[in-house]
């Protein structure tokens, strides 16, 4: 993008930082609770783009300086002085150019939320349940490393260990916007705790992230849900399981049923067990857009193919390695114990490039 192009869009966005200001203050707006918090989001985004871009600018000030200095200067350490200062920005300002530009394009408006997780054991039985509790014990380790918050919903237990089903809300800061690429198939090769003659077998557990709705992202209506309750299957003490704590939502017009029988109060369950409802409801809007893009991106996992096979786990080789953008690593022991930053990182570069690709930039 020519310097010139740049600049001018984001002077347009000054103004356009300049009007929603003036927006988020007006009372009419601060009343609309959807549209405030739509604007506070924007206003954010705008400001992060608005530093960036002082910051571009003030460099390519510099630059100019340094450069007449260099033509018209005969002191040699002062020539000195401006010839480093140039080769340095003339570094850092196609950086910074490449920032902005990243800056410049939509981010994915599901990216802040926080995120409901869920892990079923697949193909490959009790060893797949198994996998799905390291999985589980995985993330649950990422989670605690970024500061997240990660609470149980609802657990069906493997009968070997393990779970055949575990799903929990994460929250914090972007939680979605890093959680999605973790959407998909994971394989395991290694030899099983149920495998007697030491031979190394291939099972399978998916993984499902959707983001989590919030009150206003969708209307639902109390005559649409059935609520039943019912005893508590799972461990929680003697008083979970003889009280009618546990309750399950049945949304009538899609069919949608989830549960969650985690706390003791029917009263907390059900409200953990609405925020589910309504995401999965969400998600069925949010998966067009998944669609939509799916065609584009194939780094993206949330393209939400949950039956493409993202990563496999080689235990014999200590290897990981992720599909989607052919990267192998061979830490496979500090990875399972949560260190799973340096492929989402490699994930987010990938996807980044195609955005600039696909963008107009």
């Known amino acids: 993008m020519a310097e010139k192009t740049l600049l001018e869009k984001l002077e347009g966005l000054q103004h356009k930082f300049e009007e929603i200001s003036t927006l988020i203050t007006d009372p009419s707006v601060i009343s609309d609770q959807k549209r405030f918090v739509k604007l506070n989001k924007e206003y954010r985004e705008l400001e992060d783009l608005l530093e960036a871009s002082r910051a ?7 630059h100019k300086e340094a450069k007449a200095l260099l033509e018209n200067e005969s002191d040699p350490e002062m020539r000195e002085m401006a010839k480093a200062e140039l080769d340095e920005l003339e570094d850092k ?45 995985m993330y649950h380790r990422y989670c605690e490393s970024k500061g997240w918050k990660v609470e149980v919903t609802n657990v069906s237990e493997g009968t070997s260990g393990g779970y ?153 080789q200590g290897r990981v390695t992720d599909h989607r953008i052919n990267f192998t690593i061979y830490n496979l022991s500090a990875f399972m114990n949560g260190e799973i930053q340096s492929v989402i990182d490699q994930l987010m570069v990938a996807e980044n490039a195609e955005r600039l690709k696909e963008s107009e930039l």
């Open 56 to 62: 571009y600018e003030m460099a390519l000030s510099h």
């Open 93 to 137: 300002i196609p950086q910074m150019e490449e920032e902005i530009k990243l800056l410049l394009i939509p981010a994915d408006p599901e990216d802040n939320k926080n995120a409901i997780v869920e892990i079923r054991g697949g193909t490959g039985g009790d060893e797949a349940a198994i996998f799905a509790g390291d999985l589980f014990k």
């Open 164 to 316: 055949k089903e575990i799903i929990f809300t994460v929250s914090g800061a972007n939680v979605y916007g890093t959680l999605k690429y973790e959407s998909g198939v994971h394989r395991v090769q290694r030899v099983p705790q149920t495998e007697t003659q030491g031979r190394v077998h291939t099972s399978a557990s998916t993984v499902a992230v959707l983001p989590e709705a919030e009150e206003f992202d969708i209307e639902l209506k109390e005559s649409d849900v059935r609520v039943d309750t019912f005893c508590s299957s799972g461990a929680g003490g003697q008083s979970v399981n003889t009280t009618y704590s546990a309750i399950r939502l049945v949304h009538i017009p899609t069919g949608i049923t989830v549960q969650c029988q985690d706390e003791k109060s029917q009263h907390k369950n059900k409200a953990k067990a609405m925020i589910e409802l309504r995401s999965r409801i969400y998600a069925i809007e949010h998966q067009k857009y998944l669609d939509e893009i799916g065609s584009k991106r194939k780094t993206m996992v949330s393209t939400g193919d949950r039956s493409a096979k993202i990563r496999t786990y080689n235990y014999p």
